[in-house]
């Protein structure tokens, strides 16, 4: 089998190199070949240097050096595109860079993806957990979360989770200039047309660990341009 893992990176210094060191440890257990994309926005904190840098030490890293901030969707786009278009990994990951992400749930989603077009790591259902979320963002995530299932028409529990895994096939069908979000709503777009195009997934239940280290990049832009988002879905203009 072969593997993607897509990471798109903005200010991710502290979490970077030890997220890496991990996911390398997890997908060489079960890949035959892999290849990790890291789509860094030209972070002020060095970053993308940081992924060279680990490159240099591990192998099968690409860096997309981007020439400024254009939004997490924007860079999962891109990442994907370049993945698609440079290998043909049977399956493709992604994932956040601040290692809230477990890579040991890789193999285990995996194991699952039989009849399946893709698979989400879900915060709510039964044997996931968050820890290190205080009332504030919990709240918030599941406004958000409820919100944005019901704009989309979505059976999803955790539509807001970055931790995904597709079939080769279903990214290769998608044609990316229908997403219009670059932001975070990407997120939510890309599982409207998952649904749209008759794609099926499952939810895995995921132990989501609030970042440790760095800071979080939902900002007050993000979260209208969400709200935004879920009024097309509502009215069907998207
Ligand atoms: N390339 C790129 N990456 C981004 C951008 N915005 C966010 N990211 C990355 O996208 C991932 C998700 O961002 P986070 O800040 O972790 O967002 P979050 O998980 O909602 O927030 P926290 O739970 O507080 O961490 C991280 O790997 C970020 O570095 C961007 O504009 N460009
Ligand atoms: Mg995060």
Same mark, same amino acid.
């Given at each position: 089998? @072969?593997?993607?893992?897509? #990471?798109?990176?903005?200010?991710?210094?502290?979490?970077?190199?030890?997220?890496?060191?991990?996911?390398?440890?997890?997908?060489?257990? #079960?890949?035959?070949?892999?290849? %990790?994309?890291?789509?860094?926005?030209?972070?002020? &904190?060095?970053?993308?240097? %940081?992924?060279? =840098?680990?490159?240099?030490?591990?192998?099968?890293?690409?860096?997309?050096?981007?020439?400024?901030? /254009?939004?997490?969707?924007?860079?999962?786009?891109?990442?994907?595109?370049?993945?698609? =278009?440079?290998?043909?990994?049977? /399956?493709?990951?992604?994932? $956040?860079?601040?290692?809230?992400? $477990?890579?040991?749930?890789?193999?285990?989603?995996?194991?699952?993806?039989?009849?399946?077009?893709?698979?989400?790591?879900?915060?709510?259902?039964?044997?996931?957990?968050?820890?290190?979320?205080?009332?504030?963002?919990?709240?918030?995530?599941? #406004?958000?979360?409820?919100?944005?299932?019901? +704009?989309?028409?979505?059976?999803?529990?955790?539509?807001?989770?970055?931790?995904?895994?597709?079939?080769?096939?279903?990214?290769?069908? %998608? $044609?990316?200039?229908?997403?219009?979000? &670059?932001?975070?709503?990407?997120?939510?777009?890309?599982? +409207?047309?998952?649904?749209?195009?008759?794609?099926?997934?499952?939810?895995?239940?995921?132990?989501?660990?609030?970042?440790?280290?760095?800071?979080?990049?939902?900002?007050? @832009? =993000?979260?209208?341009?969400?709200?935004?988002? +879920?009024?097309?879905?509502?009215?069907?203009?998207?």
């Amino acid at each position: 089998m @072969n593997l993607a893992v897509v #990471i798109p990176t903005y200010n991710e210094k502290e979490t970077l190199p030890n997220l890496l060191e991990e996911l390398l440890y997890e997908i060489k257990k #079960i890949a035959e070949k892999f290849f %990790i994309i890291i789509v860094d926005d030209s972070s002020p &904190d060095g970053t993308g240097q %940081i992924a060279e =840098e680990l490159n240099i030490k591990y192998g099968n890293i690409s860096v997309i050096h981007r020439k400024g901030k /254009f939004g997490l969707g924007s860079a999962y786009k891109e990442g994907f595109r370049f993945v698609l =278009e440079k290998y043909d990994p049977d /399956f493709i990951i992604q994932m $956040d860079a601040d290692h809230s992400h $477990d890579p040991k749930e890789i193999p285990k989603m995996l194991k699952n993806m039989l009849g399946y077009d893709f698979a989400v790591a879900s915060r709510h259902v039964l044997g996931s957990s968050v820890v290190g979320w205080g009332t504030y963002r919990k709240i918030v995530h599941s #406004i958000a979360g409820t919100l944005a299932a019901i +704009c989309g028409g979505l059976k999803i529990s955790d539509p807001t989770s970055g931790f995904r895994i597709f079939e080769k096939s279903v990214l290769r069908s %998608i $044609d990316f200039s229908k997403i219009k979000s &670059d932001g975070f709503a990407f997120q939510i777009e890309m599982l +409207c047309l998952l649904k749209k195009m008759g794609f099926r997934g499952f939810e895995f239940p995921t132990l989501f660990i609030n970042r440790k280290e760095g800071k979080s990049k939902m900002g007050i @832009n =993000e979260m209208i341009q969400f709200i935004k988002i +879920c009024i097309s879905l509502l009215m069907r203009k998207i």
